[in-house]
């Protein structure tokens, strides 16, 4: 038998807390299946799928192309090779193959959308060389639910963007009926812009507006509670007062809990580390000091109170870019009643995840087995039912085993 060194046993003993910590998540798969459906519906690179939230059980579904489709609630339906177009804007829309992070990003139905008709929609423009994104608010017709007016566009924001990629794009509106808006950092890599930290500038965080009414000069409202309302902090002389949480790389996709109203947000990694962060009022999440739980780059710093870390974080040896889901809600899985559903783009991965908010622990990181697949975008209809999105135009559902 070989004796233990010294170093050995102090490394030992370093490990071991780590790896008992490790034990407790539980990792094993969970009793779920995606089942691929609308299996001849041809809708090229589906980068949304939503519900009106108004009783009809239509699903919405977007190419990142620019055009808006709206089909029945028949997962199933063979016979279904391509729905009723929507909304198209792909004269207003830019998207290019090789810089495929720009496109129509996002789009949020209003949650009076049945009473008002009006839904919106985020977009790259390509009216400046790295396109600009658009957010705007559109109009159903009065005669017909199924069509949507291309002419009744209204601006309420534009951003332009210092480089093609890390647009973020999701929009969605909060159990406050405020209308949350993502922004990556700017694109390039490392924070080349120095947005992360910068509350100067919209890049780098989750935006909230009032889109019912108007400040001066602006198409839309700042909710007189958002954190930066002010617009001074000790250290920037003027702020955005749109933010509500910044220090994002490029979080892609975020969605909130219809139970609890907790924000989830999927935000995509640079080197190593991919997160998931539940979003609150003024938060700042760390970017480009942090990655996940860790320094940085040349100025990176270890955890601070002013930094919230994510909940979770996986490497680049289980998945190169996260793609953020939302926690299922739905009653045909009970197995995943409550649990974060996302998965990695790249390695083609999904999972589980149980967050126990007493403890603030993720107690389960459950595999879900499945083929690989690149998921684009998760989504859900009205009753909670989840599908997702490949980038090879297919659609799937999750599905009890």
Avoid at 217 to 241: H, Q, S, V
Wanted: glycine content about 10%; charged content about 25%.
């Amino acid at each position: 038998m070989k004796t233990i060194t010294s170093l050995a046993l102090l490394l030992i003993l370093a490990v071991c807390p780590l790896l008992s910590a490790e034990e407790k998540v539980d990792t094993s798969p969970t009793p779920v299946k995606l089942v691929k459906v609308f299996p001849y519906l041809q809708i090229d690179r589906p980068i949304v799928i939503t519900h009106a939230g108004d009783g009809t059980n239509r699903l919405f579904i977007a190419s990142q192309k620019g055009k808006i489709y709206v089909v029945p609630n028949t997962p199933e339906d063979e016979d279904l090779e391509e729905g009723k177009l929507f909304l198209d804007i792909s004269d207003r829309v830019i998207y290019l193959d090789k810089k495929n992070e720009m496109g129509l990003l996002g789009m949020a139905f209003h949650p009076d959308f049945k009473k008002n008709g009006e839904f919106f929609v985020y977009y790259s423009s390509p009216e400046t060389p790295n396109a600009t994104s658009v957010i705007s608010r559109f109009r159903v017709s009065k005669d017909n639910p199924d069509q949507a007016l291309a002419d009744s566009e209204e601006i309420l924001m534009k951003v332009e963007q210092p480089a093609w990629n890390h647009n973020g794009g999701t929009i969605v509106f909060g159990p406050d009926g405020m209308l949350y808006i993502v922004f990556g950092d700017g694109g390039a890599g490392g924070d080349a812009f120095h947005n992360g930290q910068n509350l100067s500038s919209m890049l780098g965080s989750i935006c909230r507006i009032d889109v019912n009414h108007k400040s001066p000069g602006l198409n839309y409202a700042i909710p007189k509670d958002n954190p930066f309302e002010d617009g001074k902090t000790p250290t920037f002389a003027t702020i955005r007062k749109e933010i509500w949480a910044y220090g994002f790389r490029n979080p892609w996709r975020i969605a909130f809990d219809d139970k609890t109203g907790k924000l989830w947000a999927g935000d995509v990694g640079q080197g190593v580390w991919e997160e998931i962060d539940i979003v609150v009022k003024g938060g700042n999440y760390g970017w480009s000091v942090r990655e996940g739980k860790h320094p940085f780059g040349p100025n990176g710093v270890e955890a601070r109170k002013h930094l919230i870390e994510p909940i979770w974080e996986y490497d680049h040896n289980v998945g190169k870019s996260i793609t953020g889901g939302s926690v299922y809600r739905g009653k045909a899985i009970p197995a995943i009643q409550g649990m974060y559903i996302y998965g990695d783009y790249v390695s083609g991965k999904f999972w589980a995840l149980k967050y126990d908010e007493s403890s603030k622990k993720v107690t389960a990181n459950h595999v879900i087995e499945s083929p690989s697949i690149p998921v684009m975008t998760f989504g859900t209809d009205q009753n909670g039912e989840m599908f997702l999105t490949s980038s090879f135009s297919e659609i799937y559902m999750l599905k009890a085993k």
